[in-house]
């Protein structure tokens, strides 16, 4: 994690290998959007036509800084119009700067800050850009490239004890965000069930939060069809962890439930080869569920969390649940499988029954469900379904941090689609809809306890170039947001 400053300094003494500023669009043409104190010959000494930047969102531009800063090169990072220059505007227009700065040593962000808000947000977009993930590289290639080690944020409220504050959040929740994006990124022959939880073990140890593991002994003695089942296929076994964080004085009890199909093959439904690569990334839920917790704990929020990791590798086998089978989730519940590939609402299912046997305020599940998410909402922008008023506020969390989710219903008239003469549900139902439909089942588990479904299928893995401060692979996205919904619960 880079080092974070905040300084009053005046741009001219300020020695950093990179200085960044800000593009925008005004009635009359492109112009330089920085703290007051940008210098004004230095201002005057670049033509931004000439250099031919933009003020478009995810363009940058590096140029020799000109004499009268003390930086060695100065970048240009777009940030729109004035009218638009937003915190989430500013967040991703100093990730995409932080980014186009790799390999050097320094970089200091000079993007127009008015309020507290807009300090937060070019320190939180700063440290999301500066990720790398070096795992399974060599040689020169394991540091080529390396995230900027050292950032400040040059701002005339530097020296405000909230400002200070945020800044110390905004490190522990990019450390989180981090934290998940390794995790959707390490491979699947290295990040299976059991080394998930070798790994959440890890991560909790020191920090008061409490682990349990169930392997798969205990999965069958307490009757977790879902997870036993979609394990079937896979010589790794299933696990479930559960995470407590209780500090004295809780104010609220939130469950958070976490898909975690560390590969997801599809089972005997198998996926088409192209693409399955990806598949690496469907633990992602679990991923974002195991840093909220622990970010939780690192701010010391007065609200109860308990994470449950509901861990499983969906592989074709011999010994690969059916088509056809009917399987009883915690609870008792029976479940018709007639799509191995339609897993993580089963994983969930023994999750959110579990959640709901611990009676807490509200229960969020957060999952790569779906494709139909992606058909209706694209890669960038995940849904939220559940009770309203719960669902209202998840987004209202994933606003103000930054983060895109949509409000979708739960039509009931689609319940009926997984009706079957067999079981007391399907695990499929209708086509149109499907996003829905998962949801509805979900639904099923959940309870009477206030909840809310998080599909991020398309939003946790970006296959496509680099943006704002999201890179490619994991992105880490949920975090924020129910880290977010945690404070606001905490808040009263």
């Not at 022959?189 to 798969?216: C, H, M, Q, Y």
């Not at 086998?317 to 609870?331: E, F, K």
């Not at 099923?444 to 991020?456: C, M, Q, R, Y």
């Not at 947001?481 to 808040?491: K, R, S, V």
Request: hydrophobic content about 45%; proline content about 5%; overall charge negative.
């Amino acid at each position: 994690m880079p080092d974070l400053t905040f300084t009053t300094s005046d741009l001219r003494s300020i020695n950093v290998d990179a200085l960044v500023v800000g593009v925008v669009t005004t009635p009359k043409g492109l112009t330089i959007a920085s703290v007051d104190a940008f210098p004004d010959e230095v201002r005057a000494a670049v033509d931004l036509t000439v250099l031919g930047a933009s003020a478009d969102a995810d363009t940058t531009l590096r140029i020799p800084a000109p004499a009268g800063l003390g930086a060695k090169v100065l970048v240009l990072t777009g940030l729109g119009s004035t009218d638009t220059t937003t915190p989430e505007a500013l967040r991703r227009a100093a990730g995409a700067a932080v980014r186009s700065v790799a390999g050097l040593a320094s970089v200091a962000l000079a993007l127009p800050t008015t309020d507290e808000s807009d300090v937060t947000a070019v320190a939180e977009g700063a440290l999301f850009g500066a990720y790398a993930f070096r795992t399974y590289r060599t040689g020169a290639a394991a540091t080529a490239g390396s995230p900027v080690p050292k950032i400040s944020v040059v701002t005339p409220l530097a020296q405000q004890a909230a400002v200070k504050k945020s800044g110390e959040r905004a490190a522990i929740v990019a450390q989180a965000v981090h934290g998940t994006r390794d995790l959707v990124n390490t491979a699947p022959n290295d990040l299976f069930p059991a080394a998930f939880a070798d790994i959440a073990r890890a991560a909790v140890r020191g920090t008061g939060i409490k682990i349990s593991v169930l392997d798969e002994k205990a999965l069958t003695a307490g009757g977790y069809g879902g997870l036993l089942g979609v394990g079937l296929g896979s010589s790794r076994g299933p696990r479930l962890v559960k995470l407590t964080y209780a500090p004295s004085r809780a104010k609220a009890k939130i469950a958070l439930v976490g898909k975690g199909i560390t590969f997801d093959s599809g089972g005997i439904s198998i996926k088409p080869a192209k693409g399955m690569e990806a598949m690496k990334s469907d633990m992602s839920g679990a991923a974002a569920v195991l840093h909220t917790v622990l970010a939780a704990a690192h701010l010391g929020l007065p609200v109860a969390v308990t994470g449950w990791l509901c861990l499983a590798e969906n592989m074709p086998s011999g010994t690969a649940q059916r088509p056809s089978d009917v399987i009883t989730i915690r609870g008792g519940k029976t479940v018709e499988v007639l799509n191995t590939d339609a897993e993580g609402r089963l994983v969930l299912a023994d999750g959110l029954v579990a959640a709901g046997e611990e009676n807490p305020d509200i229960i969020l599940d957060i999952a790569t469900l779906t494709g139909a998410q992606m058909v209706a909402l694209g890669n960038r922008v995940s849904a939220v379904m559940g009770t309203e008023a719960v669902r209202s506020a998840v987004v209202d969390a994933a606003t103000g941090s930054g983060e895109q989710f949509w409000p979708m219903p739960l039509p009931v008239e689609l319940r009926a689609s997984m009706d079957t003469p067999v079981a007391d549900i399907a695990n499929m139902g209708e086509r149109f809809g499907g996003m829905l439909v998962a949801g509805l089942f979900l639904q099923e588990f959940a309870g009477d306890f206030p909840w809310a479904h998080l599909d991020i299928a398309g939003p946790s893995f970006n296959e496509g170039s680099a943006h704002g401060y999201t890179p490619v692979g994991g992105t880490g996205v949920g975090v924020r947001t129910m880290l977010a919904f945690l404070e606001a619960q905490a808040a009263g």
